[in-house]
């Protein structure tokens, strides 16, 4: 009896677009294991975003295997069905290079105008991402295109539950989702 695949999801955007909130709804409403990209950073990237610079690629490269390995993990003891990690995946290198490590890997992109971002940032409290990098993020992101058919792309302004029915409705047809 063959089980099947299970379902492996990056929730993406830049910072402010309500990653981590819909990661945790996803999670909630499907049944995955939720991870936030966040805390797979290492200590000194974080420092260095908490200073308002910008990570490199020789930051980043490093974390997105982590964020890899984290989606491609299977625990024993984790009755989950698969995994939701929030990971900003700006440009599509670091999808490929996901994809390359997680196969069957799909994407939420969560796509808002800078207004909105800006002011989601501007009311954070205790998050180490500065306000001033969201420029650096905005002009990092590469948008998913129109060949990128692993990518759902939903917008950042939508109701919670909205965004979580149509995920389930694209990535998860078959599961009980829970609203």
């Given at each position: 009896?063959?089980?099947?695949?299970?379902?492996?999801?990056?929730?993406?955007?830049?910072?402010?677009?309500?990653?981590?909130?819909?990661?945790?709804?996803?999670?909630?409403?499907?049944?995955?294991?939720?991870?936030?990209?966040?805390?797979?950073?290492?200590?000194?990237?974080?420092?260095?975003?908490?200073?308002?610079?910008?990570?490199?690629?020789?930051?980043?490269?490093?974390?997105?295997?982590?964020?890899?390995?984290?989606?491609?993990?299977?625990?024993?003891?984790?009755?989950?069905?698969?995994?939701?990690?929030?990971?900003?995946?700006?440009?599509?290198?670091?999808?490929?290079?996901?994809?390359e490590r997680v196969p069957g890997?799909?994407?939420?992109?969560?796509?808002?105008?800078?207004?909105?971002?800006?002011?989601?940032?501007?009311?954070?409290?205790?998050?180490?991402?500065?306000?001033?990098?969201?420029?650096?993020?905005?002009?990092?992101?590469?948008?998913?295109?129109?060949?990128?058919?692993?990518?759902?792309?939903?917008?950042?302004?939508?109701?919670?539950?909205?965004?979580?029915?149509?995920?389930?409705?694209?990535?998860?047809?078959?599961?009980?989702?829970?609203?």
């Amino acid at each position: 009896m063959s089980h099947p695949t299970p379902l492996r999801l990056v929730v993406m955007g830049v910072s402010g677009c309500g990653k981590t909130t819909l990661t945790q709804a996803l999670a909630a409403a499907i049944g995955l294991r939720a991870v936030d990209g966040d805390d797979l950073h290492l200590p000194e990237s974080v420092r260095k975003m908490s200073a308002g610079i910008a990570l490199s690629d020789d930051d980043r490269w490093p974390w997105l295997d982590r964020v890899a390995a984290t989606l491609a993990s299977k625990r024993e003891s984790d009755a989950h069905s698969g995994c939701v990690v929030a990971c900003s995946a700006l440009r599509r290198a670091y999808r490929d290079h996901l994809r390359e490590r997680v196969p069957g890997l799909r994407f939420v992109f969560l796509d808002g105008d800078a207004a909105l971002l800006h002011q989601r940032m501007a009311q954070r409290a205790g998050h180490f991402m500065q306000l001033q990098l969201l420029e650096s993020q905005l002009k990092t992101l590469e948008r998913p295109g129109k060949n990128e058919d692993d990518v759902l792309t939903l917008q950042a302004d939508q109701l919670l539950t909205e965004q979580v029915a149509q995920v389930a409705r694209a990535w998860a047809p078959d599961a009980e989702v829970r609203l």
